[in-house]
């Protein structure tokens, strides 16, 4: 069965750093492009970042040069690193697995990992 | 960035009814080579992540009630539940994977019991 658990979620000042992970089961992270998707509290869905099979990663223009994305095979996890955070970052940050060969659609979703930026 | 558009943001559908979401993309998200939609739906309800229930535009995700069906191309498209039933209350949204990496949500539909 496939499982995505993410974890590293918290509260943060503005301007401060933390690290997400997802720990995946069922598959193998290096087989599927691996995106992180958020949602800000009442709001809608926004794509943020993904890692390709190959291990390109791109991001939303909202982070960029802010968060980066990478993975660890021997964990079989993908992390989401967020730097210089701001308070509209704040949101449920959801690990989402996508297709082999496409971003794509995503049939399976962690239960997302909370993350608050607040003085 | 593709645009996605859904239509209405709230709906109020009798238990048995028909339900009908819209959403219509800046551009196509028709792919010539293939042929194909590059189009998908999701169901989320509070406290939960999205669930997926349509790709390609009409494919049904496996394990999803056959009242859900997904419909149209190029830039308009519809997600129809045949007969509301009680557990289908919840947020609707649209994704297009068309334009990568980027890809984009609609904003949600709303869907309620009347």
């Known amino acids: 069965e496939v499982q995505l658990v993410e974890s590293g979620g918290g509260l943060v000042q503005p301007g401060e750093s933390l690290r997400l992970s997802c720990a995946a089961s069922g598959f193998t992270v290096t087989n599927n492009y691996m995106s992180w998707v958020r949602q800000a509290p009442g709001k809608g869905l926004e794509w943020v970042s993904v890692?390709?099979?190959?291990?390109?990663?791109y991001y939303a223009d909202s982070v960029k040069g802010r968060f980066a994305v990478s993975r660890d095979i021997s964990k079989n996890t993908v992390n989401l690193q967020m730097n210089s955070l701001r308070a509209e970052d704040t949101a449920v940050y959801f690990c989402?697995?996508?297709?082999?060969?496409?971003?794509?659609?995503?049939?399976?979703w962690g239960q997302g990992t909370l993350v608050t930026v607040s003085s | 960035d593709i645009v996605m558009t859904q239509s209405p943001d709230s709906l109020a559908v009798s238990l048995g009814e028909r339900a009908t979401i819209n959403c219509k993309s800046s551009q196509s998200v028709l792919y010539s080579s293939n042929n194909k939609n590059y189009l998908a739906w999701y169901q989320q309800k509070p406290g939960q992540p999205p669930k997926l229930l349509i790709y390609?535009?009409?494919a049904r995700e496996s394990g999803v009630p056959d009242r859900f069906s997904g419909s149209g191309s190029g830039t308009d498209f519809t997600l129809t539940i045949s007969s509301l039933q009680a557990e289908d209350v919840a947020v609707y949204y649209c994704?297009?994977?068309?334009?990568?990496?980027?890809?984009?949500f609609g904003q949600g539909t709303r869907l309620e019991l009347k």
């Open positions: 890692i390709y099979t190959d291990g390109r990663t």
């Open positions: 390609w535009a009409s």
């Open positions: 994704q297009q994977y068309f334009s990568t990496p980027s890809i984009t």
């Open positions: 989402a697995r996508g297709m082999p060969s496409l971003v794509g659609f995503f049939d399976s």
